[in-house]
């Protein structure tokens, strides 16, 4: 049989994680071994047995075979969390493209360098007859600092450690000293750091209504048969998804299984995170990037040792090393924050699905607009559909309204708020109601189009939106292909051709200067600042101390204030004409989340959106809350062009400072993958230009591979690895791929 080495990593909660042992596999364990697994080696000059774990299986080595030692046993006898988040991590570099090392980084909580924290107990060793002729002794001999100590663990037989030192002014010489007396012991526990502070489970009294129970019902019941079922529920914007997740949590909780709950973003956990606490207690936490170092960790380690239930947070949580993990809950499924854009370039979705695999745990994904690639799957049967047609507490869908901007342009209101807007927002000022302000300014990347008859300029070979670059020209990030920006409106000869130039920062003065009266405040990158940017504004906007919020896409996600009864959405066109082939998908759902922020209390909402495209199939969609009819629009274009889901991409994004090195190496690229794509019969397009071509002084450029079967396309790749990892030219470029 042909020689086998293990890779083989040996303390993987260390910061040197990209230190790899290699390890010949004896005949006998070669068809047993798998990553992820644990074995037994002989380690260091001394040969002492130790445990590693295997990261990856080869055929050949790199160092001299005569001295490579063998693995001694492969463990079998349990494997736990930490042994099957590497098993995902191999998967992770199969799947996406990277090296073991940087899946590894990914899902592996390393140990940074930070103090861990410990909680120091005094237990008094004597009884109380004992106690009060010592105390008699310290006295007599005016050991006044013992005495007081003794004193009071007469009155109370067990103190903290900094109670005794701060309160009592007792040094540790004195403690030290009784300790050696043996009149009292000294204990310490370590005490992990809690982001969410202590919380307790309060009064809990909801209850679910039928649509809800029936979908907790319908999954439960499945819990034994299916440990690895998945499961999309569709339910319009406050239908009350989060209590299906409760009960189903609760569920895994009684089964003695832990939790993973996935939110989008940061400004999510806020809200997220007290519902849930009110329901579980302490054994709820929250994981994000503004945690310091030893906040996270700390977080992992509760999770590994069972102290804890459940954790919330964006992608990071999914790593979450729980050691009997029961179900992955992934909120607002539709949301781009879950697709990773650092290497590996995963998507959380994906992952989740194949943790669940692995692990036996249930995946279950809510939204009120699914992606198209969630709903395709519930379509060919991947997930189970679940779906929620009435709002919660019978609170009615908002009334919508579409305004079109080349209207009040023709009637001279070049104001950024229509005059219906106007009109609404004072009667909310006078009733005392919230009005939320939403800027869509996502993936804003200076398109233009005509303000007479609302035409978008386009590639005639991408069927996507031209961008604007500084030198003139109009360019397609998909193709390359350019031409010169217009001086007049190819469809009505207008001259009136613009790009949409506006920010948070000037709509408010806009409004502040329209409404003198109204307290405003503004949600973006800029007022968010700072570890608890997010939670403040949300807190101060729900305590009533503002009647306007306005903001960018983080404003529309989740967020529930039951006296907001108008959002007004001021350039619904903004995602619309972006280069990207999701570009309606993008729109219908940033649109759909926003008029689903009015009217969640008591009161009807009411919307308004704003647009120079009344017309599009995504808008008018969005407007009816009308998902299937949007839907089944998307993915007819999608089948004809062959985008996912109904066919397949993968985007080969490149990198290097030297943009001659760059385009030379991009070249040679597209000549390797059009040879050898021969065979596979795939679409090349490309190379092209990012659609941000320079970043911090660093070029970019991205090649796009198409082909209805995904693994060709990842066969394809890995094709590419090979090609790049030898050839020379490629030294100074970085390679990432990015699947669908």
Not at 2 to 12: H, K, W
Not at 321 to 328: E, R
């Amino acid at each position: 049989m042909q020689e086998c080495y293990a890779d083989v990593i040996v303390d993987i909660s260390s910061e040197k994680l990209d230190r790899v042992f290699q390890y010949r596999v004896p005949e006998e364990q070669q068809e047993l071994l798998e990553p992820g697994m644990m074995v037994e080696i002989p380690f260091g000059r001394g040969n002492r047995i130790i445990t590693g774990i295997v990261t990856g299986i080869t055929g050949h080595t790199d160092y001299d075979p005569a001295k490579i030692k063998s693995i001694l046993r492969v463990k079998t006898d349990g494997i736990g969390s930490e042994s099957r988040l590497i098993g995902l991590a191999a998967w992770i570099r199969d799947r996406y493209g990277s090296t073991m090392i940087q899946a590894l980084k990914t899902v592996i909580p390393v140990k940074k360098t930070v103090k861990s924290r410990s909680q120091k107990t005094l237990h008094l060793k004597l009884d109380q007859e004992e106690g009060q002729k010592r105390l008699e002794l310290f006295r007599k001999k005016h050991q006044t600092a013992r005495a007081r100590l003794l004193e009071a663990l007469l009155e109370e037989p067990v103190l903290p450690y900094g109670l005794v030192t701060e309160k009592l002014n007792i040094t540790g010489t004195v403690i030290r000293a009784l300790e050696a007396q043996e009149v009292l012991y000294c204990t310490e526990e370590q005490v992990y750091r809690n982001p969410i502070g202590s919380q307790s489970a309060g009064a809990y009294t909801i209850t679910l209504n039928e649509e809800q129970q029936a979908i907790a019902d319908g999954i439960i019941e499945e819990w034994q048969e299916q440990p690895n079922g998945r499961y999309l529920i569709h339910g319009v914007t406050g239908s009350g998804k989060t209590e299906v997740y409760m009960e189903l949590i609760a569920h895994a909780v009684s089964c003695g299984q832990q939790a993973i709950v996935l939110i989008p973003e940061i400004a999510l956990t806020y809200q997220t995170v007290l519902r849930f606490c009110k329901r579980f207690g302490d054994r709820v936490s929250v994981m994000n990037s503004r945690l310091s170092a030893g906040e996270r960790y700390d977080q992992f380690e509760r999770a590994k040792q069972g102290k804890l239930d459940v954790m919330i947070g964006p992608r990071s949580a999914l790593f979450t090393p729980f050691p009997n993990l029961g179900i992955i809950i992934i909120d607002e499924e539709h949301e781009p924050a879950y697709q990773s854009e650092t290497m590996p370039r995963y998507h959380a979705r994906e992952v989740a699905a194949q943790r669940g695999k692995m692990e036996g745990a249930k995946l279950v994904l809510g939204s009120a607009t699914p992606s198209l690639e969630a709903y395709y799957g519930a379509k060919n049967g991947y997930y189970r559909l679940f779906t929620m047609e009435k709002r919660a507490k019978d609170a009615v869908l908002p009334e919508v309204s579409i305004v079109d901007l080349r209207e009040e342009l023709r009637e001279g209101n070049r104001s950024i708020l229509s005059r219906r807007l106007q009109k609404l927002m004072a009667e909310r000022l006078e009733t005392g109601q919230q009005t939320m302000l939403f800027l869509n300014r996502r993936g804003y990347a200076g398109f233009i189009s005509c303000r007479s008859c609302g035409h978008v300029m386009k590639c005639p070979h991408c069927d996507v939106s031209l961008s604007l670059h500084n030198n003139g020209k109009l360019v397609c990030h998909y193709c390359g292909y350019e031409e010169d920006k217009p001086k007049i409106c190819p469809g009505c000869g207008s001259g009136f051709i613009r790009s949409f130039k506006a920010g948070t920062q000037q709509v408010e003065e806009s409004v502040q200067k329209e409404f003198p009266m109204a307290r405003i405040l503004r949600m973006d990158l800029d007022t968010t600042k700072g570890k608890e940017g997010h939670a403040r504004i949300l807190a101060a906007f729900a305590n009533h101390d503002a009647d306007i919020l306005i903001g960018t896409q983080m404003i529309v996600k989740g967020h529930d204030f039951p006296d907001v009864t108008l959002v007004g959405v001021l350039a619904a066109d903004l995602s619309l004409h972006i280069a990207d082939y999701r570009a309606a998908e993008r729109t219908f759902q940033l649109l759909t989340q926003a008029a689903g922020r009015a009217g969640r209390g008591t009161l009807r909402g009411e919307v308004v959106i704003q647009t120079y495209d009344p017309l599009h199939y995504s808008i008018q969609a969005a407007a009816a809350q009308d998902y299937t009819g949007f839907y089944e629009q998307e993915i007819l274009y999608r089948s004809l062009a062959g985008y996912p889901p109904a066919g397949n991409l993968v985007a080969v994004h490149c990198s290097c400072e030297d943009e001659q090195q760059l385009q030379m190496a991009c070249d040679y690229l597209k000549k390797f993958i059009v040879q050898i794509s021969e065979r596979y019969r795939l679409s090349v397009l490309g190379p092209a230009d990012e659609m941000i071509a320079k970043i911090q002084d660093v070029h970019r450029m991205v090649i796009y591979l198409k082909h209805e079967n995904l693994k060709v396309l990842i066969a394809v790749k890995n094709k590419i690895e090979q090609y790049t990892r030898i050839n020379r030219g490629f030294q100074t470029v970085t390679i990432q791929f990015e699947v669908n």
